[in-house]
DNA sequence: AAAACAAAGATACAATAATACAATCATCCA
DNA sequence: TGGATGATTGTATTATTGTATCTTTGTTTT
């Protein structure tokens, strides 16, 4: 297949921003059939320079198909097409997983030699933590 | 015992780097005493490979243990699992792999739309469930 | 015209990989 | 016995790749 550099027309006069133009062009192309999942995109650097344009704006437009979960972007490893569960999918992995997720907290807990009531206490801790906007590093150990 | 590199999960688009995920998981199976004094970790080029990922990231990983006194890597010869942590070290590495725990859980139950109340929630209903016999599913969404 | 904003670029940085290296081990043969 | 030699293992250094932050620029708003 032709280089995907070579695939993809910027217009530097359009309203849209190139970055916009670069992510709608790869989510079509996926749509197409012509990225399949697994493969590789090029670097930041590689297409910036194909496209004559700063790295970043590649960057961005990485970042953008990366947030919709179209792909995954690595540092130091590359850019891949990533698998996209479908809606429904999402769905049944969210139906019956937060118990799960509970049972297995607990039992990892318990493995440890924690009992379950030291374990919700724990988890008290941290959601407290993490709740606070600026948390300076909480030290759990001395409280427990 | 299964293989230590079964055991390893890597999550490739988490924001934790791929060597922090393998030194904290090490540290996990310490704590939880799936690895004892004297067992030899895989060869990094092993690892790596099982993992697909380049053997120097694992050798970081190694690395961040071996710095922390927890294992001993001896070119030429391998890397071990080194003396039995002291009691309060043990202690100490107990407490953080249950706070990593209890912030992996909060992070999942939100990831699936659940506010961290819901999860602790849903974990006091399974700790109070798992105390009696049997525990009929808890449909917590409704009543939240 | 000045302020505000967004897009794009420049620069420094962090994570991972590639390559070459050094220490140790295993084997074999004199 | 012991030295040679090749394989194995971790280490060091450098290159590659994406990220974070700041600056510049052009457009829009006031």
Not at 18 to 29: K, N, S, T
Not at 57 to 78: E, K, P
Not at 92 to 98: C, I, N, P, S
Request: hydrophobic share 40%; net charge negative; no cysteine.
């Amino acid at each position: 297949m032709k280089p995907l550099a070579e695939q993809i027309k910027l217009d530097f006069r359009a309203g849209e921003p190139l970055y916009m133009q670069i992510a709608r062009q790869v989510e079509q192309m996926v749509a197409a059939g012509l990225l399949q999942v697994g493969d590789q995109l090029p670097t930041v650097r590689e297409l910036a320079t194909e496209l004559r344009i700063n790295f970043n704006t590649v960057a961005r437009a990485y970042h953008v198909l990366d947030d919709q979960g179209l792909i995954s972007t690595q540092r130091g490893r590359g850019t891949y097409i990533w698998e996209q569960p479908t809606e429904e999918m999402m769905q049944k992995l969210k139906q019956k997983t937060l118990e799960e997720l509970a049972q297995r907290f607990l039992e990892e807990s318990q493995n440890l030699g924690y009992s379950p009531e030291q374990a919700a206490e724990v988890l008290r801790q941290v959601i407290a933590a993490s709740g606070t906007a600026d948390m300076a590093a909480s030290n759990i150990d001395q409280e427990m």
